[in-house]
């Protein structure tokens, strides 16, 4: 089985930056997809990122794009979000999935889920 822990969530000014952390252990092999969700308080979960593990195409919300980085270091079996010009709206829990399929928006598909990091973007 598959666990994913994150690291990194932490309070920041507005325009700061964060990085996030994901490390997988277990069977990592059936997993073609890591990506990041994120839940703010009253709203509904949504996408934020992803990587597929063979080819590192990346995949981005709207709402990130052009402020947030996906990368993975393969050999460490850890994904991380790099995440730059830090808005409070970006305030949420954020948690690290995998799927067996390639990147996707369906959360239904990602079956491993971590137990959530806080980013808080506060002055």
């Known amino acids: 089985q598959l666990q994913l822990v994150e690291s990194g969530g932490g309070l920041v000014q507005p325009g700061g930056s964060l990085t996030l952390s994901c490390t997988a252990s277990?069977?990592?092999?059936?997993?073609?997809?890591i990506g990041w969700f994120r839940q703010a308080p009253g709203k509904e979960r949504e996408g934020v990122s992803c990587?597929?593990?063979?080819?590192?195409?990346?995949v981005y919300a709207d709402s990130v794009k052009g402020r947030f980085t996906i990368s993975k270091n393969n050999a460490k079996n850890t994904v991380y979000l790099q995440m730059n010009s830090l808005k409070p709206e970006d305030t949420a829990v954020y948690y690290c999935v995998a799927a067996q399929s390639f990147c996707t928006w369906s959360q239904v598909l990602y079956d491993t889920w971590g137990q959530g990091t806080q980013v808080t973007v506060s002055s």
């Open positions: 990587i597929n593990r063979s080819s590192g195409t990346t």
């Open positions: 277990g069977f990592t092999f059936n997993y073609r997809a």
